[in-house]
């Protein structure tokens, strides 16, 4: 019975794991660019009572075996990356990835960082960055006389100056990917930093030979959370939970059942 304890114990612990995840996705349901994680969980050690296959006889073996799970724990909690939805916005500077891919921004100790958050602004030298001031990688800066900015499925960004109908090209915005993005480092704040598990950044244009998307002007991406499904997936865990604080319960009045022999 002590093993059932701790079972159901570690079944506790996971399930609380579980509801914080979850919490953490229903607080991001209108982050813009914000991706999903999903808890994964995984069975603890077994003790072997008999092990399968260990000799029943001079010429036959244990078919099955006797083994005793001692409970569960949260291995990990993978972000998946579906499309979120896409919200027209007409603002100049918000822009979608349709498809693969991230935008680079440069992060003030100069590392590079990574999101999927297009709603951008210039600041006060014209240049594009993101909510926190990170500027955009390449560098864009917008001229304080441009009439009319456009940005491209491409990523090329021109803009027309007043008096003048002939579009002028000001730079290229460019996307990263990665191999493995379920394995990227989140710092918060929409950013991902690449680790061993993503594997190096592939820098090309947008809808360019590297798989990536093209991009979407005057539209942001809502997050990708289901708000319905988490809601599933709370009842699931509250349940969950439920069940392994009974079998906690049982273990003891068991124990209790023990002690009271003696009586």
């Known amino acids: ?127 594009m960055v993101t909510a926190d001031g990170d500027l955009l990688e390449p560098q864009i800066t917008i001229p304080a006389e441009a009439q009319s900015v456009t940005i491209a499925a491409d990523g090329t960004v021109s803009y027309t100056q007043p008096g003048q109908t002939a579009a002028q090209v000001i730079g290229q915005i460019q996307l990263a990917n990665f191999t493995n993005p379920a394995g990227l480092n989140s ?9 061993d598990a993503s594997g190096e950044a592939i820098v090309g244009v947008p809808g360019g030979q590297e798989g990536l998307g093209t991009l979407l002007q005057g539209y942001q991406e809502q997050s990708n959370v289901s708000v319905v499904e988490e809601f599933i997936n709370l009842i699931v865990a509250q349940r969950a939970y439920e069940a392994n604080s009974k079998v906690v319960k049982a273990s003891d009045e068991m124990y209790q059942q023990i002690n009271n022999l003696t009586r």
């Open 1 to 127: 019975m002590i093993r059932s304890l701790y079972s159901a114990a570690s079944g506790m612990t996971a399930q609380q794991m579980n509801v914080d995840n979850i919490a953490h996705n229903l607080a991001n349901a209108n982050t813009v660019g914000y991706k999903a994680r999903r808890a994964q969980f995984q069975d603890l050690l077994y003790q072997s009572m008999v092990q399968p296959g260990a000799a029943a006889g001079s010429q036959t073996v244990v078919p099955s075996g006797l083994q005793v799970g001692l409970g569960t724990r949260a291995a990990s909690n993978e972000i998946t990356f579906t499309q979120g939805n896409f919200v027209t916005t007409n603002n100049t500077y918000d822009l979608v990835i349709e498809g693969r891919g991230f935008f680079q921004v440069r992060r003030p100790n100069g590392e590079l960082a990574y999101t999927r958050a297009g709603d951008f602004h210039l600041d006060r030298e014209g240049n």
């Open 187 to 195: 710092l918060g704040r929409n950013l991902f930093t690449p680790t």
